[in-house]
Structure formats: structure tokens, C-alpha cells
């Protein structure tokens, strides 16, 4: 009768025993489920994910049904970071042909990096940026911004800008979207090169 009893006693106590354990876990796990949740909304402040992505992009550009554009891009991405404006990121690059009123090629921006923001209607190319228009006028820089909405391009970097028979090398550079009417704020070359017929 006593073995009994104590045998009885030894089970209740290895019931509670695995209760407590059981109890325990179930806490950790909730608590560390919480803190997962709270890392993932850490981490998604922190990596903003976009809302659209688009592989292989071939786009026109419009103005009164007339088209004065097109844009290439093998990858691009659209994001909506909360309360800031939203914007499209060429990581791979891009490519953007301006047409003048006979769809003839007017002038070209290739770049390996762009952003536009939206409501601005303001362009960013970085890193081994080339433009160019119909007079084989050509501009090649490392950032260049163009500014839809004022109709202006420029850049406060180091740019070489290659017209006729002269090349000129500046720090800053503004000229209309075709790189017609071209201004070059601080010259720190002017070469001239002979040009074959």
C-alpha cells in the first residue's frame, strides 16, 4: 500500500513534471514566432519590396496619341515607398529613343542604371551613361538627369561632349532633350579633331 502510494505520487509528479515542460515550450515557441514577425516587419521597413516587376520591357512613349518614344529595358521595377512618390528602377539598365514629328530618331540615352520618379517626371542615369542625336552629336558621362517636366537635361559631373570637329570636356552640362543648344558651366578641355568627309 505505501509502494503504491509513492509509485502514484512519482507519476502525478512526472505528469506535472511534463506539464511544465510542455507549458514552456509552448511559450517559447509563441515568443519566438512574435519576435519573427516583429523581424519580418523590421525587415520589410527596411528592404522596401516592389509592387510591380516587369522583365523584358518594351514600352512607347505618347503625347496626343503621337508617338515620341521608346523605351527598352530587360528589368525593371515599380515601388510606392509609403509617403514618398513613386518610382520606376532600371537596375540592368535601359535604353530611350526620341522620335521628332517624322518618327525619325531625334535623339538616344543608354545607360546601365535609371530611376524615374513619377510625379517629378525626372530621369536619373548613372554609370557609363551615352547620348546622342541626329547630328552624331555625342555626350558621354557617369550621371545625367533629364527633367521632363522643364525639358531639360544636365549633369553636374565630369561630361565629354563630342560635337563636329571639337570635343569638349566639362564639370556641368545643360542642353534641351535632342543635346541641341548645349552649355558647359566649367570647361576643362576643348580638343579639336579632324573629321573625315
Keep these: 500500500m ?21 507549458i514552456s515550450s509552448l511559450f517559447l515557441l509563441f515568443s519566438a ?10 525587415l520589410s521597413r527596411k528592404y522596401l519590396l516592389p509592387e510591380l516587376s516587369i522583365i523584358d520591357l518594351k514600352g512607347s512613349m505618347s503625347d496626343s496619341s503621337l508617338i515620341v518614344g521608346r523605351l527598352t529595358a530587360p528589368f525593371a521595377d515599380k515601388y ?13 539598365g535601359l535604353l530611350i529613343e526620341r ?3 517624322k518618327t525619325r530618331i531625334a535623339s538616344s540615352i543608354k545607360a546601365e542604371y535609371a530611376k524615374y520618379y513619377i510625379d517629378d517626371r525626372k530621369w536619373i542615369f548613372l554609370k557609363h551613361v551615352v547620348g546622342c ?21 544636365y549633369s553636374q559631373e565630369m561630361i565629354q561632349f563630342k560635337q563636329g570637329g571639337q570635343i569638349v570636356k566639362s564639370k556641368g552640362f545643360q542642353s534641351d532633350p535632342n543635346f541641341k543648344n548645349a552649355m558647359f558651366f566649367d570647361i576643362k578641355a576643348l580638343i579639336y579633331v579632324n573629321v573625315s568627309q
Design 33 to 42: 514566432c512574435g519576435s519573427d514577425v516583429k523581424q519580418d516587419r523590421q
Design 80 to 92: 510606392n515607398p509609403k509617403g514618398q512618390q513613386s518610382y520606376y528602377n532600371f537596375p540592368k
Design 133 to 153: 542625336n541626329d547630328q552624331k552629336d555625342t555626350l558621354n558621362t557617369e550621371q545625367l538627369i533629364w527633367d521632363d517636366k522643364n525639358a531639360k537635361i
Design 99 to 101: 522620335y521628332d514629328k
Design 2 to 22: 505505501n509502494y503504491f502510494a509513492i509509485f502514484h505520487k512519482n507519476r502525478t509528479c512526472q505528469h506535472s513534471v511534463i506539464f511544465i515542460i510542455f
